[in-house]
């Protein structure tokens, strides 16, 4: 990124009246605004743009430290890689899921995310505890657990498909990252759990949200009153996954269907999951439009050319994302 004109006046921050700020998005929750970082109360927030900016491409691969990513065939797979704390989603874990985040919506050569956990004991035990011993301002608390909301909820908006391979313990947010995910493959070692409330607290990263809508009003109210561990059998039953598989065979499982579907439309796979969520949040006669709009859209791809042409020549098809 680069400035195109003037200089940027010291940023306080708004909180805590500290200079010990850094630029951290050029995109706020606001129109017309930039997010910056405060070391001090480690608070994100929303500033009025200074100066005229211009984004340039990512010239390379960010690097990680706290995930582990790979991009083969067009298949991205991403690792939360803390496994000495059972993959435990800290501070620094939380911001590199932002760069993530741009990752996975530019680069056009991603076509399918899977997503998964190092080690062989979780895929993420949730927060790390640390988080909760601070003495929080309640405004900035909500700011900063906003990097991790609009992070699952990128993910949710992504028109690419995102698969979680659950390969162990999922709790807290670590479980709610996966409800965020599209498709969830499940490790028969696998085990689910919503413990917030032995803390005091609630899931709240949209895992009461995502959760009701998934396996429905009654079953997500005992799940999250009793704060019990369920089986990754009894998650399947209850539609909190879609597949169960031995351990040892889960990363090949995942990755033959994103193969899968890496054989389909892309335009057409993006806008179903898009127009699908739509219909979810809105009423019978509000989501007949928004499929209707979605269809008028593919009409006018190459794509569903592509298609028709494929029919009659009685090939399979050679979708392009165009």
Same mark, same amino acid.
């Given at each position: 990124?680069?400035?195109?004109?003037?200089?940027?006046?010291?940023?306080?921050? %708004?909180?805590?009246?500290?200079?010990?700020?850094?630029?951290?998005?050029?995109?706020?929750?606001?129109?017309?605004?930039?997010?910056?970082?405060?070391?001090?109360?480690?608070?994100?927030?929303?500033?009025?743009?200074?100066? @005229?900016?211009?984004?340039?491409?990512?010239?390379?691969?960010?690097?990680?430290?706290?995930?582990?990513?790979?991009?083969?065939?067009?298949?991205?797979?991403?690792?939360?890689?803390?496994?000495?704390?059972?993959? =435990?989603?800290?501070?620094?874990?939380?911001?590199?899921?932002?760069?993530?985040?741009?990752?996975?919506?530019?680069?056009? @050569?991603?076509?399918?995310?899977?997503?998964?956990?190092?080690?062989?004991?979780?895929?993420?035990?949730?927060?790390? !505890?640390?988080?909760?011993?601070?003495?929080?301002?309640? %405004?900035?608390?909500? @700011?900063?657990?906003?990097?991790?909301?609009?992070?699952?909820?990128?993910?949710?908006?992504?028109?690419?498909?995102? !698969?979680? /391979?659950?390969?162990?313990?999922?709790?807290?947010?670590?479980?709610?990252?996966?409800?965020?995910?599209?498709?969830?493959?499940?490790?028969?070692?696998?085990?689910?759990?919503?413990?917030?409330?032995?803390?005091?607290? !609630?899931? /709240?990263?949209?895992?009461?949200?995502?959760?009701?809508?998934?396996?429905?009003?009654?079953?997500?109210?005992?799940?999250?009153?009793?704060?019990?561990?369920?089986?990754?059998?009894? /998650?399947?039953?209850?539609?909190?996954?879609?597949?169960?598989?031995?351990?040892?065979?889960?990363?090949?499982? =995942?990755?033959?269907?994103?193969?899968?579907?890496?054989?389909? =439309?892309?335009?057409?796979?993006?806008?179903?999951?898009?127009?699908?969520?739509?219909?979810?949040?809105?009423?019978?006669?509000?989501?007949?439009?928004?499929?209707?709009?979605?269809?008028?859209?593919?009409?006018?791809?190459?794509?569903?050319?592509?298609?028709?042409? /494929?029919?009659?020549?009685?090939? %399979?098809?050679?979708?392009?994302?165009?």
């Amino acid at each position: 990124m680069e400035d195109v004109e003037g200089d940027e006046p010291e940023v306080v921050c %708004p909180f805590c009246g500290s200079e010990d700020t850094e630029f951290f998005s050029l995109f706020g929750s606001v129109l017309m605004t930039s997010q910056y970082y405060c070391r001090n109360c480690r608070t994100v927030f929303d500033r009025v743009k200074w100066q @005229a900016t211009r984004i340039e491409p990512m010239s390379r691969l960010p690097t990680f430290k706290t995930l582990l990513y790979d991009l083969q065939d067009g298949i991205a797979t991403v690792a939360l890689n803390r496994p000495e704390v059972r993959n =435990a989603i800290n501070d620094e874990m939380r911001y590199e899921f932002r760069t993530l985040s741009d990752l996975l919506t530019t680069n056009k @050569a991603i076509e399918v995310v899977i997503i998964t956990g190092t080690g062989d004991e979780a895929f993420s035990a949730g927060g790390d !505890i640390g988080l909760f011993e601070q003495d929080w301002h309640t %405004p900035a608390f909500r @700011a900063h657990m906003r990097i991790m909301t609009d992070f699952f909820d990128d993910l949710e908006a992504l028109e690419k498909p995102v !698969i979680a /391979a659950i390969n162990g313990l999922a709790a807290g947010a670590g479980l709610q990252l996966t409800l965020s995910c599209d498709l969830r493959l499940a490790s028969d070692r696998a085990r689910f759990g919503f413990r917030e409330g032995f803390l005091g607290l !609630i899931p /709240a990263v949209g895992g009461l949200s995502r959760l009701v809508k998934l396996i429905g009003y009654g079953k997500a109210k005992e799940f999250i009153f009793s704060g019990d561990f369920i089986s990754a059998e009894e /998650a399947e039953r209850m539609g909190l996954v879609n597949r169960v598989v031995p351990h040892d065979e889960l990363l090949p499982h =995942a990755r033959a269907l994103a193969q899968k579907l890496q054989e389909r =439309a892309p335009q057409a796979l993006g806008l179903a999951k898009r127009a699908l969520w739509a219909c979810v949040n809105s009423d019978l006669d509000t989501g007949r439009v928004i499929e209707s709009l979605a269809l008028s859209i593919l009409l006018k791809t190459e794509d569903h050319r592509e298609g028709v042409r /494929a029919f009659r020549e009685k090939r %399979p098809p050679r979708f392009r994302g165009e």
